[in-house]
Each structure stands twice: as structure tokens, then as C-alpha cells.
């Protein structure tokens, strides 16, 4: 699976960016498609995932309500549309895709830099 990320810039405080992921390669229907992140001097932290074949998805505690993932199964694409940003959201963010049955995240694109000001 090949991901490109997309989406990243600059914004105020409050304001709102939607990221994008296309994917390519394999059948999606088996996998998971996430969002991550990594501030400058943290590691990298779970942001939030949504399976491809049901649509279910998980958040972080500190994006949950602000942040939604979905999909377009024919555009192969996963969004993270965020709101409400905090200058804490400031980070490289990935997407990242594992099989359903492997807790291993395989699969990563470049990241896309997101920074808000305050």
C-alpha cells in the first residue's frame, strides 16, 4: 500500500484544516487506515483510525470532538478534517495503514506539516 498525505499549512488558532490520504496498491476492504502525529522534540502519538470496511473509528482523547476521520472508497482516500485547533496540534502529520489482523502500522506516507499560531 502506497499512501500520499496532503493537506498540511498554516493556521489560526481555532481555525480548521482538512488533511487528506490517497491510497494505492493493494484491496483496502482488509485494513486500517490511521493519522498520526509528531511535534518537534515528542514522539510520535495515535491520532485516530477508521476501518475501511466498516467505517468504524477510534480518536485520541485529545482530538475526540474536534477531529473527524472518514473515507471515500472511490477516491481510495481517508480524510482527518479537524476543528477547532489548538497551537498543541502543531506537528507532522502521517497517514498509515495496517492489515486488520496485524497490530503492526506497515504502511506510512511522507508527513504533512500542520502548524497553528496563536
Known amino acids: 500500500v502506497q499512501l500520499q498525505a496532503s493537506g498540511g499549512g498554516l493556521v489560526q488558532a481555532g481555525g480548521s484544516l482538512r488533511l487528506s490520504c490517497v491510497a494505492s496498491g493493494r484491496t483496502l476492504t482488509s485494513y486500517v487506515m490511521g493519522w498520526f502525529r509528531q511535534a518537534p522534540g515528542k514522539e510520535r502519538e495515535f491520532v485516530s483510525h477508521?476501518?475501511?470496511?466498516?467505517?468504524?473509528?477510534v480518536y485520541a482523547g485529545s482530538v475526540k470532538g474536534r477531529f473527524t476521520i472518514s473515507k471515500d472508497n472511490a477516491k481510495r482516500a481517508v480524510y482527518l478534517q479537524m476543528n477547532s485547533l489548538k497551537p498543541e496540534d502543531t506537528a507532522v502529520y502521517y497517514c498509515?495503514?495496517?492489515?486488520?489482523?496485524?497490530?503492526?502500522?506497515?504502511?506510512w506516507g511522507q508527513g504533512t506539516q500542520v502548524t497553528v499560531s496563536s
Open positions: 498509515a495503514s495496517r492489515a486488520i489482523s496485524s497490530g503492526d502500522w506497515r504502511y
Open positions: 477508521i476501518w475501511w470496511s466498516t467505517s468504524s473509528t
